[in-house]
């Protein structure tokens, strides 16, 4: 049994291969934490210890609680407004207009199998127990009931938040954290995903010092700015070496993540529904159920956590998809045609990319309504014949007789008020009466928490899916929320969380309905990007930024929680169209290879020497799959130091590994670069190309790696076991 329970009902430990979560309920009924690591044996709240502290206060007034104050006890969930003046768990608005919740333990339930959450994602497996600690403000008789479980190998423990009003009075709640917990002492790093559009999760490392850290995104999408997704990591922790301890959201809408230090070194950890233009009111009998999210603690180094968490991903969250033994390889219209196209343009990429190997071509955005440019259209999901020159049916079974499946775009997010959709219902639009709203790409935002809102975006999309052979479809959505006001609802604080619901229940409608259809996910890039989405989706568009230098930090930082095949990276053309840089067509590959992988150029601008790359890197992503797809990643450079950067995955069984090596500028007399592999069998001999190298020597020496001739110069190398 991986859930522990003292006889008293008071102990609760949370066991996985490698780790415990250890839980206990005080003298005064509060539930603390006292410890997240190691496997340990026995109660590790005898490392705490209890002190009369100044202006930390006590629950009576008796001398012999003096030393008990919630203030500093590490606590497992806080509330504001009772003595713990740390950032809170949980915030109530009570009936009366107080906003105090003190949560004591009530009870626990040990029940068979992994909870789910009703209208959201959440991971899954058969192998599991879930413990649900019950904890009341028993002024309010406001219940609080957190659910925990675990992924016994991935070393994954999850956890989500319920609140129930049982009180007699309506109340609201200002602050819902799906995870909390205080780590008692330590020194940690903390490790964040921010970015921009264009240049999305890039690693940033900076130590904890007083005070919360708040990070976030209040755009009502998880965001390129910030990833719903921190690690905390002891100084010293490396890659290799050293303790840490992952947490993430599993949801797509606004989040926040806060660590906090406090006045006695102690850690607060959480994350949940971000608490800015949230307000959600329970009348009495009511519950709100927040969303999943997971931990996971690695005491080797950073590449174990990555791990884990793709592992958790690979076989707990990402649905099966069709296709699963190999992504289809794709050119996808964008970069190479923009607006600029006819079905004969698509018919052409599809020829040229049958003679080269590739799968599928996707028809981007422009295909549809009144849609030239980026100012009209969105919200009109009918074919336009006129532009395409023929119907979709016949332009996809012509590219399917070329023997080249079909992909198409859609936004079905977004409207235009240049549309026909807009113009017969304005009211549909996230907009509020009698203000201005502001434009994200000339477009706004349709209300998804709304059903007809939903039907009828769903009613056209099917109308198209039921026209032709699709078997792909792009989902893109191109800006964030600002106004949060649903004219369809009476309460204004629940509007992002109710978007997120509504477009969780339409992703859950459309799979079912299509379940062939492979889906990728797509914000202006890597907008969306994170566990809630890969429920969905199996791979996502990682950042409009195709410069394979840019892309470099951003598939590393997205490496850290994300498997490589849920990143979608497509070779563009050169100079890139993003920063204007120049590189080899070989270096494009080499960073995008890696990844669910395609094209964004049309091929027959390419010299033969790239069309005979492209033929070749077809293959190589197309045989190596297994690896990318299901064995273990290995980041090897350090960005900070290394002028390249070096990855490498390697297959389950250890019979083969491949190394991808990019420099990300050159020198003269330049220094000889070697990297130390990781993840070979030590006693084992590797052929890489005409060499037998010994395991030892690849990770404990090293592996040179050949002299660079110019910037941006890439290497692939095949590692195979000899036997
Ligand atoms: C943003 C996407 O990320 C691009 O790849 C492309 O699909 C455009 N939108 C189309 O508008």
Known sequence: MSIGISDDGKLFTIDTENTSYQMKVTSQGHLIHTHYGRRIYGDASINLERKDRGFSQNPTPEKKLRDYSIDYLPLELSG?????????????????????????????????????????????????????????????????????????????????????????????????????????????????????????????????????????????????????????????????????????????????????????????????????????????????????????????????????????????????????????????????????????????????????????????????????????????????????????????????KEGIRFGIWFEPEMVCEDSDLYRAHPDWALTVPGRTPSYGRSQLVLDFSRKEVRDNIFEQMSRIMDSANIEYIKWDANRHISEFFSRGAEDQGTTGYRYMLGLYEFLEKFKNRYPGVILEGCSGGGGRFDYGMLHYFPFIWTSDNTDPIDRLSIQRGTSFFYPPETMGCHVSASPNHQDGRETPFFTRCATALTGTFGYELVPSRLSDEERSIMKWAN???????????????????????????????????????????????????????????????????????????????????GMLIPDRKGCYEAGIFIIEKVE
């Open 80 to 400: 504001f407004g009772s003595g713990d003046y740390r950032t809170s768990a949980v915030t109530i608005m009570n009936g009366d207009g107080s906003t105090c919740f003190n949560p004591v333990f009530e009870g626990y339930e040990l029940k068979k199998g992994k909870y789910s959450i009703e209208g959201l994602p959440a991971f899954a497996t058969d192998n599991a127990e879930t413990l649900v600690i019950t904890l009341v403000d028993k002024a309010s008789q406001v219940r609080a009931r957190l659910f925990y479980s675990f992924l016994q190998e991935k070393d994954i423990i999850t956890r989500a938040l319920e609140i129930e009003n049982d009180g007699d009075k309506d109340i609201r709640i200002l602050k819902a954290m799906s995870t909390s917990f205080d780590i008692a002492y330590g020194d940690y790093d903390l490790i964040s995903f921010p970015g921009r559009h264009c240049y999305e999760r890039v690693e940033n490392r900076e130590h904890v010092s007083w005070g919360c850290k708040r990070l976030g995104s209040t755009r009502g999408y998880s965001s390129h700015q910030m990833n719903p997704a921190f690690i905390l990591a002891e100084r010293n922790t490396d890659e290799e070496n050293g303790e840490a301890i992952a947490c993430a959201l599993v949801y797509s809408g606004s989040f926040v993540a806060e660590v906090e230090k406090s006045q006695y070194g102690s850690f607060r950890v959480q994350i949940g529904i971000n608490d800015e233009a949230f307000s959600y009111p329970l009348a009495p009998g009511e519950c709100f159920r927040g969303p999943e999210a997971i931990l996971s603690f690695s005491a080797e180094g950073l590449d174990r956590l990555s791990y884990n968490l793709h592992m958790a991903a690979r076989e707990n969250l990402i649905r099966e998809i069709p296709d699963r033994k190999h992504r289809p390889v794709l050119i996808n219209s964008w970069e190479g045609c923009y607006f600029d196209f006819s079905a004969q343009n698509i018919i052409d990429l599809a020829r040229d990319a049958k003679t080269l190997g590739a799968d599928m071509v996707v028809m981007d955005d422009g295909w549809f309504g009144k849609r030239d440019d980026d100012f009209s259209g969105l919200g009109d999901w009918y074919v336009n014949e006129k532009k395409l020159k023929m119907t979709l049916g016949e332009m996809v079974e012509r590219i399917n």
């Open 619 to 701: 293959e190589y992503n197309r045989s190596n799959w297994e690896i990318i797809s299901k064995g273990r990643y290995h980041r090897l450079s350090d960005p900070e130091q290394d002028d390249y950067y070096a990855w490498m995955i390697v297959a389950n069984d250890g019979s083969k590994a491949i190394l991808h090596t990019v420099s990300k500028t050159n020198h003269g007399n330049n220094r000889s670069v070697s990297i130390r592999l990781r993840g070979l069998d030590e006693k084992a001999w590797y052929r890489i190309g005409e060499n037998v190298v010994s395991g030892s020597v690849l990770m404990y020496s």
